[in-house]
């Protein structure tokens, strides 16, 4: 009878204990995932794995979770753990998962990964020198090209004249030329510049200007001689060849070029494009002779996944490239000679996730940035005392159910709801938050293209824009409903409600407003229409006026929407700007106030002011936050819901990629 009751005893405390380990588990994975919290994700981790006990399935779960962790951190413990998995828990499937991170399958080369930079003040959009002596980025805190030294591990700057507080343009992607000596990008202003920058420092050497035209820079040509970009061209991104001599032009006649994930051949010979419109396959090649083309485009690879090119190694014997052809998206080598694959796909890194290609060194190091670090936005919501303009409590954010990059919030016309998008993973849903239950209600976007934005009719109906398509969200049936609409054009001033409903869109240089509601729609006037910069302004609830921020953003002028003389509404100390991140004015539905979003610096927090729209002392509302966007207020004013969060950027390198 004892020995039955003992025997009782033990069994009831190892359940206990696996109970306890599962519990443990699920509490890592939402310190890591929705707290961010890695640390205290691989002490969690780290007990559910000692507690599982003869729970092999749970143990392997914590193990693989914990070397995640480590991964994440660039700490060298990653490998030590992932070899562990292999080693003791060779029967569980989390032991694949783990070889495959290692280097795939047994006796195969050692992939190795690992982080070389990670912080606010960073960024991305760049190659590495041909040498891997420095990765290229943009600066996004400063907007300005910069470069790191992966020997020193320090930061500078190869351009010092753009600023957000007074805007004078920023680089695009920039492009290390065949020597290493110097940056090819396309700067962005009114107009915009191609440029050419010597590593070394000094003033870049202008190639070609354009107030119309919008340039990425794909790769220099073998010796240096022409530039590949994408020129858009009607939005058509043509294939253009540009001379680095006297920036002459050629369009190649191949349209929608992916600049971002497309390069050229280090022989160049051939360009290998992401093509995501093609039915035989996402990644195609076509042929060049001294950058012309010089035969039919055909497929690389054709597989029924979601495949996107990243690199060509260093000799051209070898490409690159992502795919989520076995459920997650991973990296694969495919064997390459005379413009075709010769030989099967081999997996070479697993769980790599969406990232942004940086490209190959002379050394066959490959570089990268992961997406899913760079913008992850959440949802913060504060209470106003509506008397003093003041914040009643610090800002909270919205308890998303699932991580992702949360954007643009809306109140609904009651107040009682929010409504905004995600980006996750390769899928955009539409999500409406409930404040009573805290519950979400979500509709995906399937196929339909980037949701642009989501608005509400002032019957309660949920709106997004998708392209140049409008579609009422049904949250009953899960989809999305075609709302046809015609707009017609109308002078400034002749609509008559902009309470909800209303659309900003820029074409040909100007900006418009298009009424959901009334079908109607007109440009704004001329001042708010600033080609250097976003813009700051938002209409009054009648329509009638406009609220906006001057071309130095250092004044906040109110005037009629048809045009006439405006008044100073607010003008800010000497070196504060309004801030430039949309929309940076709003007005409250009610008509009575204006808010906007002040900086005072780079490096410091935005502050979030009102001012009565009738005139009036501007009230710091007590609110700071970084990179706050898509700022929103409901009915009274009462209550301010925006997206934000501060960037995080990695940078990364993947060795060992390349056989032997």
């Keep these: 009878m004892k020995r039955n009751l003992l025997a009782l005893i033990v069994a009831g405390g190892c359940l206990l204990l696996a109970q306890n380990a599962e519990v443990l588990l699920q509490r890592g994975v939402q310190k890591e995932t929705v707290d961010g919290d890695l640390k205290g994700a691989i002490e969690l981790y780290k007990r559910a794995a000692r507690q599982a006990g003869g729970n092999r399935g749970t143990a392997a779960k914590a193990m693989l979770?914990?070397?995640?962790?480590?991964?994440?951190?660039?700490?060298?413990?990653?490998?030590?753990?992932?070899?562990?998995?292999?080693?003791?828990?060779?029967?569980?499937?989390?032991?694949?998962?783990?070889?495959?991170?290692?280097?795939?399958?047994?006796?195969?080369?050692?992939?190795?990964?690992?982080?070389?930079?990670?912080?606010?003040?960073?960024?991305?959009?760049?190659?590495?020198?041909?040498?891997?002596?420095?990765?290229?980025?943009?600066?996004?805190?400063?907007?300005?090209?910069?470069?790191?030294?992966?020997?020193?591990?320090?930061?500078?700057?190869?351009?010092?004249?753009?600023?957000?507080?007074?805007?004078?343009?920023?680089?695009?992607?920039?492009?290390?030329?065949?020597?290493?000596?110097?940056?090819?990008?396309?700067?962005?202003?009114?107009?915009?510049?191609?440029?050419?920058?010597?590593?070394?420092?000094?003033?870049?050497?202008?190639?070609?200007?354009?107030?119309?035209?919008?340039?990425?820079?794909?790769?220099?040509?073998?010796?240096?001689?022409?530039?590949?970009?994408?020129?858009?061209?009607?939005?058509?991104?043509?294939?253009?060849?540009?001379?680095?001599?006297?920036?002459?032009?050629?369009?190649?006649?191949?349209?929608?070029?992916?600049?971002?994930?497309?390069?050229?051949?280090?022989?160049?010979?051939?360009?290998?494009l992401t093509r995501k419109d093609k039915a035989d396959g996402d990644i195609t090649v076509l042929p060049l002779l001294n950058g012309i083309p010089n035969g039919p485009e055909s497929p690389l690879v054709s597989y029924p996944a979601d495949e996107t090119f990243l690199g060509w190694a260093p000799a051209g014997d070898y490409v690159l490239f992502s795919s989520n052809r076995s459920g997650s998206i991973q990296a694969y080598l495919v064997p390459f000679k005379d413009g075709r694959a010769t030989g099967e796909a081999v997996r070479v890194q697993g769980n790599l996730g969406r990232?942004?290609?940086?490209?190959?060194?002379?050394?066959?190091?490959?570089?990268?940035?992961?997406?899913?670090?760079?913008?992850?936005?959440?949802?913060?919501?504060?209470?106003?005392?509506?008397?003093?303009?003041?914040?009643?409590?610090?800002?909270?954010?919205?308890?998303?159910?699932?991580?992702?990059?949360?954007?643009?919030?809306?109140?609904?016309?009651?107040?009682?709801?929010?409504?905004?998008?995600?980006?996750?993973?390769?899928?955009?849903?539409?999500?409406?938050?409930?404040?009573?239950?805290?519950?979400?209600?979500?509709?995906?976007?399937?196929?339909?293209?980037?949701?642009?934005?989501?608005?509400?009719?002032?019957?309660?109906?949920?709106?997004?824009?998708?392209?140049?398509?409008?579609?009422?969200?049904?949250?009953?049936?899960?989809?999305?409903?075609?709302?046809?609409?015609?707009?017609?054009?109308?002078?400034?001033?002749?609509?008559?409600?902009?309470?909800?409903?209303?659309?900003?869109?820029?074409?040909?240089?100007?900006?418009?407003?298009?009424?959901?509601?009334?079908?109607?729609?007109?440009?704004?006037?001329?001042?708010?229409n600033t080609p250097q910069s976003e813009p700051a302004f938002d209409v009054s609830p009648d329509c009638r006026q406009l609220a906006w921020a001057d071309n130095k953003r250092s004044t906040l002028l109110v005037g009629p929407a048809a045009g006439g003389e405006p008044r100073v509404l607010v003008q800010l100390p000497a070196g504060e700007r309004i801030d430039r991140r949309l929309p940076s004015v709003r007005w409250t539905p009610d008509g009575r106030y204006i808010f906007f979003k002040k900086v005072k610096s780079w490096d410091k927090p935005l502050e979030i002011w009102r001012v009565p729209a009738a005139g009036g002392e501007p009230v710091f509302t007590g609110i700071t936050g970084d990179w706050m966007e898509y700022l929103t207020v409901n009915e009274d004013g009462s209550r301010l819901a925006w997206a934000g969060g501060r960037h995080n950027y990695e940078g990364w390198v993947m060795e060992n990629i390349l056989p032997r």
């Design 65 to 272: 979770k914990l070397a995640e962790c480590y991964e994440k951190q660039g700490n060298q413990e990653a490998r030590k753990t992932y070899e562990q998995i292999v080693r003791d828990y060779g029967d569980q499937a989390e032991a694949s998962i783990a070889q495959s991170r290692l280097g795939g399958r047994p006796g195969a080369r050692q992939v190795q990964a690992r982080k070389l930079f990670d912080g606010p003040y960073m960024g991305n959009m760049g190659t590495p020198s041909p040498d891997g002596r420095y990765l290229a980025f943009i600066h996004w805190v400063t907007g300005n090209a910069a470069l790191f030294d992966t020997m020193t591990r320090e930061t500078k700057l190869v351009t010092t004249e753009a600023s957000w507080l007074d805007y004078k343009g920023f680089p695009g992607r920039l492009v290390f030329s065949p020597d290493g000596k110097q940056l090819a990008y396309w700067w962005n202003d009114a107009p915009g510049q191609l440029r050419i920058q010597p590593v070394s420092g000094g003033s870049p050497r202008v190639l070609l200007e354009s107030k119309n035209d919008w340039l990425s820079v794909i790769d220099w040509l073998p010796g240096g001689t022409h530039l590949l970009a994408a020129r858009d061209r009607s939005k058509k991104r043509m294939l253009t060849l540009i001379s680095v001599s006297d920036g002459s032009v050629k369009e190649l006649g191949v349209t929608d070029v992916d600049p971002y994930n497309s390069r050229l051949s280090p022989d160049g010979k051939y360009l290998a």
């Design 355 to 528: 990232v942004s290609s940086a490209g190959f060194d002379r050394s066959g190091k490959f570089y990268y940035h992961p997406s899913d670090t760079g913008g992850s936005y959440d949802v913060h919501i504060a209470d106003l005392d509506v008397a003093s303009g003041k914040q009643k409590a610090a800002p909270v954010k919205i308890p998303a159910a699932l991580t992702g990059t949360h954007r643009e919030p809306r109140f609904s016309p009651d107040g009682k709801q929010l409504v905004y998008h995600r980006g996750r993973e390769a899928r955009t849903e539409i999500v409406l938050f409930d404040f009573a239950t805290s519950a979400e209600k979500v509709v995906s976007t399937g196929s339909q293209p980037f949701v642009m934005g989501v608005h509400w009719l002032p019957d309660g109906r949920a709106v997004a824009r998708t392209g140049e398509k409008y579609l009422v969200v049904d949250w009953g049936q899960q989809k999305l409903i075609d709302l046809p609409i015609a707009f017609q054009d109308v002078p400034p001033g002749s609509t008559n409600s902009c309470k909800a409903g209303v659309w900003m869109q820029r074409k040909d240089q100007e900006y418009r407003l298009l009424s959901l509601v009334e079908g109607k729609r007109w440009v704004v006037r001329k001042e708010v």
